[in-house]
T-cell receptor, first 117, second 112 residues
Framework: GAVVSQHPSWVICKSGTSVKIECRSL??????MFWYRQFPKQSLMLMAT?????????EQGVEKDKFLINHASLTLSTLTVTSAHPEDSSFYIC?????????????FGPGTRLTVT | TQLLEQSPQFLSIQEGENLTVYCNSS?????LQWYRQEPGEGPVLLVT?????EVKKLKRLTFQFGDARKDSSLHITAAQPGDTGLYLC????FGQGGKLIFGQGTELSVKP
């Protein structure tokens, strides 16, 4: 099956700094990537949808200036958490799909644990 | 806003018992998926159901998609401790570019 990687798998940063999380599709072209946030014992919450070469579409309530998403190539999308605060600590997961495949075929990354101190 | 109501949210049972998890919505989905997630890892796809009324079996797991494509269920027979984890249903709406609507999740604990 298709593989999606995330880097780093975990990161600790100080309050006020920015951190970048990468999501890569390793063996297919990801025309669309999705970014999710998950709190402990809770479900995934969609943050934004990014299509290669265009601006990301953010879900209601998600600050686009705080969570910068770039999808500059067909295999890489990045999420940058700017001026991070402790409340941004969470598990961030990406998924990717190829436009040529059925809409339900998307593949999840292993997640990135962000801790802001 | 489309919602997918998943129940129960927590379930603690003994090994060997059966259980059913439900996902319900007032919206129609083009497909519905079930995932299992371990702590600190991404969700792993268990099954995708596409056709109304469809039933799929995966060993001791049985998945059903409602005739109207608004609801789904996951039934586990003779649960084992290895089934412990977070189970998530997620629906794909028509014309939404593959955006998944997730249920709240069911935290399953199977005790030996």
């Amino acid at each position: 099956g298709a593989v999606v990687s995330q880097h780093p798998s975990w990161v600790i940063c100080k309050s006020g700094t920015s951190v970048k999380i990468e999501c890569r599709s390793l063996d297919f072209q990801a025309t669309t990537m999705f970014w999710y946030r998950q709190f402990p014992k809770q479900s995934l919450m969609l943050m934004a949808t990014s299509n290669e070469g265009s601006k990301a579409t953010y879900e209601q309530g998600v600050e686009k200036d705080k969570f910068l998403i770039n999808h500059a190539s067909l295999t890489l999308s990045t999420l940058t958490v700017t001026s991070a605060h402790p409340e941004d600590s969470s598990f961030y997961i990406c998924s990717a799909r190829d436009w040529g495949l059925p809409s339900y075929e998307q593949y999840f990354g292993p997640g990135t644990r962000l801790t802001v101190t | 806003t489309q919602l997918l109501e998943q129940s129960p949210q927590f379930l603690s049972i003994q090994e060997g018992e059966n259980l059913t998890v439900y996902c319900n919505s007032s919206s129609v989905f083009s497909s519905l998926q079930w995932y299992r997630q371990e702590p600190g890892e991404g969700p792993v796809l268990l099954v995708t159901v596409v056709t109304g009324g469809e039933v799929k079996k995966l060993k001791r797991l049985t998945f059903q998609f409602g005739d109207a494509r608004k609801d789904s269920s996951l039934h586990i027979t003779a649960a084992q401790p290895g089934d412990t984890g977070l189970y998530l249903c997620a629906g794909v709406s028509f014309g939404q570019g593959g955006k998944l609507i997730f249920g709240q999740g069911t935290e399953l604990s199977v005790k030996p």
